[in-house]
Nanobody, 118 residues
């Protein structure tokens, strides 16, 4: 089955950087998209960045600070996070969207905590 393994979260001071990785395994169909969402305490899960259908989308709050990239050979997606702010503190979840026939299937990682101290 599809599994997503995230790594790279942790505690960092404001202004610092972190790099998240998410490796997908068990992929048997075409990948339509991979990306990252996050969820802060008491808030809804929100999009951070995604590579989907050849498009790159960033949340306005992270534009210019975060960069998403993907290694197709490794089925791995990365999130380079720079100039981190306390409001970036959240659990970060990666996802992969597969296409089987014309039906999309979305799978999620277990989440990795990112904490930015002021």
């Amino acid at each position: 089955q599809v599994q997503l393994v995230e790594s790279g979260g942790g505690l960092v001071q404001a202004g610092g950087s972190l790099r998240l990785s998410c490796a997908a395994s068990g992929i048997a169909f075409s990948i339509n998209g991979m990306g990252w969402y996050r969820q802060a305490p008491g808030k809804q899960r929100e999009l951070v960045a995604t590579l989907i259908s050849a498009n790159t989308v960033y949340a306005d709050s992270v534009k210019g600070r975060f960069a998403i990239s993907r290694d197709n050979a490794k089925n791995t997606v990365y999130l380079e996070m720079n100039s981190l702010k306390p409001e970036d503190t959240a659990v970060y979840y990666c996802y992969v969207q597969l296409i089987r026939g014309s039906v999309p299937y979305t799978y999620w990682g277990q989440g990795t905590q990112v904490t930015v101290s002021s």
